[in-house]
């Protein structure tokens, strides 16, 4: 049995890690860079200090019964938590920090398999080289020559940190709406065109419609004309569906179709999402 | 082809969320063994669900269906296709009486490199001190160290009033963390193929050797003994295992004489690694208790013999303890 992992090549660099399982199915891990890590770490750090004031109000309390006990309790305290907290919270969020959670990011085995505990701890305590000589200069650096983006804790530890961006379908609701598409008259050739269309082509085309009046006229033309023969080749629809329709209004009613397509309950499908 | 994604995604959601219960309960228990019909019930699902996601990945419209089933599939990949020993329960006595001493002894050759890299460091400090003991500025990092030994002893004493007295408490959560620090810090530097670590045990063992060589010359054998050992028993051997830790990871990047590749070298000493940085922490919790409680004081307070004795009953019980604890008696099964 064994395990594909696909880098994508560093000129077209998307920061993507593709895992091939051997049942043949691809899943694509974004990578996280350097500027996100460093922004996860910011808030890491800044709640870090904020649960250190609080500890501080309780050791404080704590010397009026002993200043030694409580002075010492605020060094074992902050050593305890500044090394703890990336341990303890990777590990019972599964590769997740309070920074991390808030902006998408989330520490992954580098081929796919379940996080350790032993990988967690080893990321956060190579933390003491990656922070050299400050601000994690040396991190940073290793993680922008990295192929996988990864700092030396991450190489030692085998791990990546990956950014799930939330999706943001596309509102279609204004540029389709009480528009006739004539595509729809033929749900088994929308059902190929969606099916042959990729994620991003159709997200060229919608985009080529929301922006067409920022286009120069030429320009405009020219697009819409090629993306139609594109589209074309792919799914040939009848004459009838087709005839007399701008390359714009062809374009349109591709993406109605893979977006929307027409079902029995109504004229317009909403696209069902699964959380 | 799908024709009807709604009707698709709508009859195999069932079998998402069966698939997502089963990974959720997984990871919330992972000592849990599932039993051969929920085995092959878990493989189907996790079967089905790839195809869907194989299905899936080409409609535009469903970018947020195929993240949550990659998310799935990830997971469930994951579980199936991981070779390595499940975590165990925490069993914090079984680790500390075998796991640990085993995992010294099975790097031993890590932890004898670190030892003499310390030892070539003390050769060089003393031989120095020897040489030119105005050096004692430059090598001795410490104010205290850079005066004269015998005033030293002279005023430590001498002196009546227990000068950490209000302060051991922190005083030895200093030392503790500190050392712990520095510990970290040299198996960290393991990630420089070794360099860094050797660098750190060098450094330490030329201001050891320093000392040591400058108090011997000046006659206070004893004072140095009943100062360092009591402590130094147990902390200078942690430093050596955090030295033996990083040369360990510097061992597994660098991979001489090993035919396998380096990510799956550095899996198999991950656990290893934590283990002895974690045995590391303990030695310098009972190092820094010992330093700020008991080292500090001299005779007439506590006879430099007991301190002495106490030290070396320490290192022999440490030296016992790293050699024999955990072995397997002949004829149990490995």
């Known amino acids: ?275 | 082809m799908i024709i009807d994604l709604q009707k698709f995604i709508t009859e195999e959601r069932l079998y998402w969320t069966e698939l997502e219960q089963v990974l959720n309960r997984l990871e919330r228990k992972p000592d849990e063994k599932l039993r051969l019909g929920a085995l092959e019930r878990f493989h189907y699902l996790y079967q089905r669900t790839s195809a869907d996601l194989a299905k899936i990945s080409t409609f535009s419209a469903e970018p947020n269906t195929r993240q949550y089933l990659e998310s799935l599939v990830g997971r469930a990949f994951g579980e199936i296709h991981e070779t390595r020993e499940k975590p165990h329960r925490l069993r914090p006595l079984h680790w500390f009486f075998n796991t640990f001493p085993q995992t010294f002894r099975k790097h031993f050759r890590a932890f004898a490199i670190s030892l003499l890299a310390l030892l070539v460091g003390a050769a060089f400090g003393g031989f120095t001190i020897i040489v030119d003991s105005s050096t004692k500025q430059i090598l001795m990092p410490f104010s205290h160290l850079q005066g004269d030994p015998s005033e030293r002893v002279k005023t430590e004493e001498s002196t009546d009033s227990d000068r950490l007295k209000g302060a051991k408490s922190y005083f030895s959560s200093y030392l503790m963390t500190h050392n712990t620090k520095v510990a970290i810090f040299t198996l960290a530097l393991g990630m420089t193929w070794g360099i860094g670590t050797l660098i750190m045990l060098f450094y330490n063992g030329v201001i050891l050797g320093a000392v040591a060589v400058d108090y011997v010359l000046a006659g206070e054998s004893a004072f140095l003994l009943g100062w360092l050992l009591p402590h130094g028993a147990i902390e200078i051997p942690a430093i050596l295992l955090a030295g033996q830790a990083g040369i360990v990871l510097a061992g597994a990047l660098i991979g001489w004489g090993q035919p396998i590749a380096l990510r799956t070298r550095l899996r198999k000493i991950s656990n290893d690694l934590v283990t002895l940085i974690c045995g590391v922490a303990l030695m310098l919790i009972w190092a820094g208790i010992i330093e700020a409680f008991f080292s500090q004081y001299h005779e007439p307070v506590v006879p430099y013999s007991f301190k002495i004795a106490f030290g070396c009953v320490e290192l022999l019980i440490l030296a016992l303890f790293l050699g024999r604890a955990g072995c397997r008696k002949i004829g149990e099964s490995a």
């Open chain 1, 1 to 275: 049995m064994e395990l594909l992992i696909v880098q994508t090549p560093m000129k077209d660099r998307i920061n993507a890690l593709i895992i091939k399982t051997p049942e043949g199915v691809e899943f694509s891990l974004r990578l996280a860079g350097p500027i996100t890590r460093f922004l996860a770490w910011s808030i890491d750090l800044a709640t870090l200090m904020a649960v250190m004031s609080i500890i501080n109000v309780v050791f404080a309390i704590l010397g009026i019964l002993s200043r030694d006990l409580a002075a010492a309790a605020n060094i074992i305290g902050f050593f305890v938590i500044s090394i703890g907290y990336g341990i303890l919270l990777e590990w019972y969020w599964q590769g997740q920090t309070v920074g991390k959670k808030l902006l998408r990011l989330r520490v992954l085995d580098a081929q796919g398999l379940r996080l350790r505990f032993s990988q967690v701890v080893i990321r956060n305590l190579l933390r003491f080289v990656d922070s050299l000589p400050a601000l994690y200069l040396i991190g940073g650096l290793v993680c922008l020559l990295n192929q996988r983006a990864q700092r030396l804790g991450d190489v030692a530890a085998n791990t990546i940190v990956t950014w799930n961006p939330r999706i943001a379908e596309p509102d279609l609701n204004q540029l389709l709406e009480g528009k006739y598409n004539s595509f729809h008259e033929y749900p088994h050739l929308e059902a190929r065109l969606r099916h042959y269309v990729r994620p991003s082509e159709a997200q060229i085309a919608v985009q080529s419609i929301m922006r067409r009046d920022a286009l120069d006229p030429q320009a405009r033309i020219a697009l819409f004309r090629e993306l139609r023969a594109y589209f074309e080749n792919l799914v040939t629809f009848p004459q009838e569906a087709t005839d007399g329709i701008s390359d714009e209004r062809y374009v349109r009613n591709v993406v109605g179709a893979v977006f929307r397509p027409k079902t029995s309950g109504g004229d317009s499908a909403k696209t069902t999402s699964v959380h």
